[in-house]
């Protein structure tokens, strides 16, 4: 996988105030990746740095193979970025943002101007941008940030103030672009939404990068509990299935319900067990540990406040 962004030791001071310590990592082709930290984590001085708007105290960076923090920075034009709060000149219509930037970076206005439609604002966009809601300003800013089909994009909380339906059509979008090799880099505190269209997760804490891989991986490394729940006929009040090891951690929800906390080595003993004939159980669902509780548990395991 070819990188289209390399990270190596950087470091960003804001006078006495460490944003960004020590952060390694590299993007690649294709990738879509989640940057995820509580608020004040890094994550939005990284993309900062990534776009050249602000530069490294210590360490390099590489953006499409030139620093960012350059004078003449080529690469600019193959990025898309949207902030996490849009700000655009109210004064303008949808039609007339969309033109300016696509002049900007050098591109065709009309298709900038059909991805008007695609985050649904196709027929308000002869309005002016001083009359639009926060959710259509927030869709704004993702069609400027997708103008060129750019080959890194980078967006911070996009999908802010957007309905469940364009919610969709985001990241439907977002798994073309990256289909075709675009690296996206995500930062949200939506994390149900992250976890099943992330490949990989960056967890910041407190300008440091604690934790870096694949959410299967992660999971593997936090050593968390998987919750099996287990639909039991036949099971009298206070009575444990003859087959659940001794072990098992186990709470009844109701008189026919059980759940069990599976450690990592023991998932799939449980399974067979459950599942063996002459075992009264009708149904069973695995609930892998969600990303809200790996996140939580590497922020925690770093020692530092949430």
């Known amino acids: 996988m070819t990188p289209t962004v390399h990270i190596a030791g950087v470091t960003k001071h804001y006078g006495c105030i460490a944003a960004v310590t020590d ?3 590299e993007l690649g082709e294709g ?60 004064a303008l219509t949808g039609r007339e943002t969309q033109t300016f930037y696509a002049k900007l970076k050098r591109e065709p206005v009309a298709k900038a101007l059909e991805l008007l439609d695609m985050v649904g604002l ?21 069609a400027q940030a997708l103008i060129g089909r750019p080959r890194v994009l980078l967006l911070d909380e996009p999908t802010s103030g957007l309905d469940p339906e364009l919610r969709q059509t985001f990241y439907e979008a977002m798994q073309q672009l990256a289909a075709e090799g675009t690296t996206v880099l995500l930062s949200s505190h939506a994390l149900t939404e992250l976890e099943e269209r992330a490949g990989r997760v960056i967890i910041m804490n407190h300008g440091i990068k604690v934790a870096d891989g694949s959410i299967s991986g992660l999971r593997r490394l936090a050593r968390l509990p998987t919750r099996i729940r287990l639909k039991v006929s ?16 186990f709470r ?14 023991q998932k799939i003993d449980l399974l067979h067990r459950a599942t ?15 990303l809200d509780e790996v996140y939580a548990h590497f922020l925690k395991s770093t020692g530092t406040p949430q």
């Open 234 to 249: 036949g099971l009298e009040s206070g009575e444990v299935p003859a087959w659940l090891p001794t072990s098992a951690q």
């Open 122 to 142: 196709g027929t308000a966009g002869a309005r002016r941008v001083g009359t639009y809601s926060k959710g259509m300003r927030q869709r704004l800013g993702l």
């Open 276 to 290: 063996a004939e002459g075992t009264s159980v009708e149904d069973l669902d695995v609930v892998p540990p969600s």
């Open 31 to 90: 990738e879509t990746v989640a940057l995820i930290g509580h608020n004040g984590a890094g994550k939005t001085t990284l993309m900062k740095l990534m776009l050249g708007l602000i530069r490294p105290t210590r360490g390099s960076i590489e953006v499409l193979g030139d620093n960012p923090g350059a004078g003449q920075f080529e690469g600019r034009r193959r990025l898309g970025y949207l902030p996490e709060n849009v700000s655009l000149d109210a």
């Open 23 to 25: 952060v390694s990592f």
């Open 252 to 265: 009844r929800l109701n008189g026919h319900i059980v759940e069990i906390d599976a450690a990592p080595d």
